[in-house]
């Protein structure tokens, strides 16, 4: 394979055209290419308003031997073997009496289903929302008419919270094993487009990623899995074993529209996928002794800007048309130090997106962002947070993030009487309500009101949010404008827990428990969870046979 990189193009231009200077600067007719492929693409707008897309590519290519020889000394073209693809590799001799149990269907449990099922293990799901396809419309309902669905929203239900998202798939995880490849080469093969396998920084959107997962799923299924949804685990049964402590026997459950109608599932494997909301999992996990401690998190706000405006300070005032139109809507990224010695950054950014009613407690309101694939909105939106460590929590032990977590999301509902709570960002530095918009009226989904959003948080916290957008705005003008809407409370942005589990065999020191994904404290953000869902199973792999050898990988 001939691999070039740096290959810079003026936009607008075709896809067809890389191929074109590939073969220009190897100096060959393109009938001598066999094989072709992008494999990464990024925008350089360091030469506004002149912008160029700049990718790196690979080829199979006719007479490849003379070719290294004539090239072997420009930096920019590199000669290797294609690279593998993914093994999915069983290795493990321990024998399974039952089938392994995966609770949660968002990224992570998902991916590791996939993984076990793809392996011969049969797995079994559990889910206490519904499928996606009856979630999205809970969602909807909720938002249409504020009849919250505690066991069906926007952070439960097949698919997990980042589906009611942007559905970003960039991360910055370590990626030796290829699995972040593989992750979105399974995207792309359950229906995401393409270009999502070279794109310095991916998207789905929300409508496209309801349809993956329900492709996964289907996929699953047809390798032996079996999905069990409205099912919530109650309990984990377990049996001692000596000196070595205690191991998974059972999971206890209940059909959610039957609350105390206990069912007892047996078990020798439990991968605990259960998302960074599941707060009543959390408690259950404690009371019955798991590992956990409090961890770092953020939490602040969503602000929305004229997408109009974010394009121009990305792509340059003065940016052609032609161009412009050839480009996505335009994305950012700001982190600033704080005088108090904090960090402040932006979080999830949603070009052309909403902000979106993001709640799954009666009582309590939470934020998030969202964006359709399209990207087709007026408003750009992003959470601004701070970071908060559990020193900062007035509670102590393991669900301390979780209190203080809700007690911002309490603060929230009656700031807005139950709807999303907004401001200006000029009366949020008065510390006084807004009465109504200025000139950008907010992109919602779900209703909302006029109100001081300031008081939610504590001091510290209020005025650091302050100050960052102040910061954010030397480098985006316009970003701390007066008119610019708030909305509260951005509470949700990772775990408040972490499951403790080994770094080497990724169980927990219960036996046979594996804490995998965001909600377990070991991911941040759809990739990075539905890769730590294939490295547990790569863990499980190395240790246990299939639970039924029948079933081909």
Not at 74 to 97: C, H, M, W
Not at 432 to 437: A, E, I, L, M, T
Not at 470 to 492: C, N, Q
Request: contains cysteine; neutral net charge.
């Amino acid at each position: 394979m001939i691999q070039i990189q740096q290959i810079k193009l003026k936009i607008p231009h075709k896809e067809t055209d890389v191929k074109k200077k590939f073969c220009k600067i190897l100096h060959i007719p393109e009938k001598r290419v066999r094989a072709f492929r992008i494999l990464k693409r990024s925008l350089d707008a360091r030469r506004k308003p002149e912008l160029f897309y700049v990718y790196t590519a690979e080829a199979e290519v006719e007479g490849e031997k003379a070719l290294r020889k004539h090239f072997q000394k420009n930096g920019q073209i590199t000669f290797r073997a294609p690279l593998p693809d993914y093994a999915y590799q069983v290795t493990g001799t321990e024998k399974l009496s039952h089938r392994p149990v995966i609770v949660g269907t968002g990224p992570a449990g998902l991916f590791c289903g996939y993984a076990l099922a793809r392996m011969g293990y049969r797995p079994i799901l559990l889910e206490r929302g519904a499928p996606v396809e009856e979630r999205k419309k809970d969602v909807e309902e909720f938002w249409r008419t504020g009849a919250l669905c505690p066991e069906s929203n926007v952070q439960f239900g097949e698919g997990g919270a980042g589906t009611f998202s942007d559905g970003k798939l960039n991360t910055l995880v370590h990626d030796p094993d290829g699995r972040g490849r593989e992750v979105l080469r399974l995207f792309v093969s359950h229906g995401a487009p393409e270009e999502i396998l070279y794109d310095s920084k991916p998207h789905v959107g929300t409508d496209k990623l309801i349809q993956v997962v329900r492709s996964l799923r289907e996929e699953i299924q047809d390798l032996g899995g079996e999905f069990r949804f409205y099912t919530k685990m109650t309990g984990i049964l377990t049996r001692e074993e000596g000196e070595s402590g205690r191991h998974v026997q059972a999971v206890e459950m209940e059909a959610v529209n039957k609350p105390g109608e206990k069912e007892i599932l047996k078990t020798d494997l439990l991968i605990l996928a259960i998302g960074h909301s599941a707060r009543d999992t959390f408690a259950m996990l404690e009371s019955q002794r798991f590992p956990m401690e409090a961890k770092s998190f953020a939490v602040g706000v969503r602000v929305q800007h004229p997408q109009a405006m974010i394009d121009a300070s990305q792509y340059g005032e003065c940016a052609k048309p032609e161009t412009v139109r050839a480009l996505p809507a335009a994305a950012y990224k700001l982190t600033a130090n704080l005088d108090n010695g904090r960090g402040g950054y932006t979080f999830c950014m949603c070009p052309g997106g909403y902000v979106v009613n993001a709640s799954s407690e009666p009582g309590h309101l939470a934020v998030n962002g969202m964006s359709y694939s399209g990207r087709s909105g007026e408003n750009a939106n992003s959470a601004v947070i701070v970071t908060v460590h559990p020193e900062d929590y007035p509670g102590e032990g393991p669900l301390a993030g979780v209190a203080f977590q809700r007690a911002l999301e309490e603060a929230a509902w009656k700031a807005g009487e139950g709807r999303i709570p907004v401001q200006r960002f000029q009366d949020y530095c008065r510390n006084q309500p807004s009465k109504g918009p200025g000139e950008i009226c907010p992109q919602m989904k779900g209703d909302y009101a006029w109100t001081n959003i300031r008081p939610i948080f504590p001091a510290v916290i209020g005025d650091s949010i302050e100050e960052a957008m102040v910061s954010f705005d030397r480098k985006i003008p316009g970003f701390a404008g007066a008119d610019v809407v708030l909305a509260g409370v951005e509470s949700r942005t990772s775990s408040p827990v972490r499951i403790l589990r080994d770094k080497v065999l990724l169980e927990s020191a219960v036996g046979g428990v594996y804490p995998c994904g965001e909600g377990a404290g070991y991911a941040g953000g759809i990739t990075s969870a539905a890769m730590d869902g294939l490295k547990v199973a790569a863990a499980i792999g190395q240790s246990y046979e299939p639970f039924d050898k029948s079933l081909k990988v």
